[in-house]
């Protein structure tokens, strides 16, 4: 935290520090070109991201905890984006592709010829802002289905420990499966939610794929290092605050409802 507050220089001799007060922040907030921009790329990274990797983890979850013949099989499959993610495979993969498995421009020269969003949302009569926020999905779609492994495991316990008994008595009740969903699941699985909900926005924010992570990171190799720690201490601010608001929105809006 100090050496965001100074003025750090790498001299043959060793570091040289300055205390400077607030001067690093007011040159990232106010003078520098590009930190708004990363904010920006980053927290909109977020806001598509988030919504969809919980939908697709959840649905992912329910389906892997049906009855089937070759269940195990598939749970493992699922899970398997984790386990590389973090070895040796994913670097050599990424060597040779010169890039991520979920890279965005992989992503986006597949789906981007399929078909136009924004002629879908303008013929529907809905915002533009739609159309930017579905395309932004569809770009990056394989890039958050790589990311629903932990979430999907998650999911999968809480579905695992609500009681049987539950179900049995809604059946004799005569309630159909979206009743069973709504009234039984979900609101059973709302500290496990909170609980993928945090480590997902975690994840998300401090990812190598996060434009100012990627970004600062770059900076920071370059011994750039009082503007970089101001950098990245505003963002853990603008991030706490965010993480901060979805926790308090999904307590006051959900879950106190449910309980």
């Known amino acids: 935290m100090s050496i965001s507050f100074s003025d750090v220089t790498v001299t043959e001799s ?6 400077v007060g607030f001067a690093n922040f007011k040159y990232v907030l106010f003078e520098h070109a590009d930190y708004l ?15 969809v990797i919980l939908l697709l983890s959840l649905v992912l979850a329910l389906l892997l905890n049906q009855k089937f ?38 992503s986006e020269s597949i789906t981007g010829n399929m078909f136009s969003v924004e002629d879908v949302v303008a013929m529907l009569n809905l915002p533009s802002e739609i159309a930017v926020y579905v395309q932004q ?12 492994g932990i979430q ?22 005569g309630a159909t499966k979206w009743e069973e969903f709504w009234f039984i699941t979900f609101p059973m699985l709302s500290n496990v939610t909170l609980l ?8 998300l924010f401090i990812s190598d794929r996060t434009s100012m992570v990627l970004n600062v990171y770059s900076m ?24 901060g608001l979805v926790v308090l929105l999904y307590r006051r809006l959900l879950q106190r409802r449910w309980e």
């Open 14 to 19: 060793g570091i040289r520090s300055v205390f």
């Open 37 to 51: 921009g990363w904010l920006q790329k980053s927290v909109t990274r977020f806001l598509y991201s988030l919504p």
């Open 69 to 106: 013949r070759g269940r195990l099989f598939f749970r493992s499959l699922y899970f398997m984006p984790v386990i590389i993610a973090t070895g040796t495979v994913l670097r050599m993969i990424s060597s040779m592709t010169g890039g991520g498995i979920g890279d965005s421009a992989a």
């Open 137 to 148: 999905i569809i770009t990056n779609i394989f890039d958050l289905i790589w990311n629903t």
């Open 152 to 173: 999907t495991v998650l999911f999968l316990a809480g579905l695992q420990s609500i009681p049987s008994s539950l179900y049995e008595a809604s059946r004799v009740e």
């Open 196 to 203: 993928v909900g945090v480590f997902t926005m975690v994840e």
């Open 220 to 243: 920071m190799r370059s011994a750039v290092y009082d503007e970089t720690s101001a950098m990245l201490w505003a963002y853990f601010l603008v991030v706490g605050t965010i993480m």
